[in-house]
């Protein structure tokens, strides 16, 4: 399912760049390249996610930034903010994980 994959990719963003800095962000290239990878595959997924369930997705909070933010990043290259980037890795994405867990009922149970 699509949004799993969303989840998956969320996930993986949000377990990286927990506590990372602007600074040491913006100076690991290849840390940099892989959220910006994994945030062009959440966004994708997300967008299938769409078109199969309208309905589901509506429930999913700033569905329609995270689709556009992936067209940034796979169309718009050079206008790519690591400093936004960062924040939306930090502060978007772990947020947006709990409710892709929390929609497809695998809530923590702690």
Known sequence: MAAHDALVAAEWVAS???????EQFTEDDVLR?????QLEIAGEALARAERADPDFTQMVPDLRRVIGLRSVLAHGYDVIDPHAIH??????VPALAVALRQLLGMEDTE
């Open 16 to 22: 990286r760049c927990d506590g990372v800095t602007l």
């Open 33 to 37: 390249l892989a959220v910006e990878r």
């Open 87 to 92: 924040l939306v890795a930090t502060i978007s």
